[in-house]
């Protein structure tokens, strides 16, 4: 069975840090590109990393602050946010897409996970 189960969110404090993580099964996730999306309440999901042979893309709102990762002996994707603001708050989604190049949009990936919440708040 071939899925994605996102984990590590939670409630932190602004300036604070999380580690998103996304497990992959049925699937190595080497071969694929990956990517990580967002949605906050009442706006669309947006692209906030990816990975993939054509390189790695960061929002500009999360540019300096996040870094995507893989572990493939765990085949595992990672996303490290740091310095964590208030407007990170939403639910974060990892996608997979089994392409050498791959566009940083929300559109047309393979595979999606269920969702992890984050929410930044004092």
């Known amino acids: 069975q071939l899925q994605l189960v996102e984990s590590g969110g939670g409630l932190v404090q602004p300036g604070g840090s999380l580690r998103l993580s996304c497990a992959a099964s049925?699937?190595?996730?080497?071969?694929?590109?990956v990517g990580w999306f967002r949605q906050a309440p009442g706006k669309e999901r947006e692209a906030v990393s990816c990975?993939?042979?054509?390189?790695?893309y960061y929002a500009d709102s999360v540019k300096g602050r996040f870094t995507i990762s893989r572990d493939n002996a765990k085949n595992t994707v990672y996303l490290q946010m740091n310095s964590l603001k208030p407007e990170d708050t939403a639910v974060y989604y990892c996608?997979?897409?089994?392409?050498?190049?791959?566009?940083?949009?929300?559109?047309?990936?393979?595979?999606w996970g269920q969702g992890t919440q984050v929410t930044v708040s004092s």
């Open positions: 996608a997979a897409d089994l392409t050498q190049f791959r566009l940083c949009v929300i559109y047309n990936w393979d595979y």
């Open positions: 049925g699937f190595s996730l080497d071969l694929y590109a």
């Open positions: 990975s993939s042979d054509g390189g790695s």
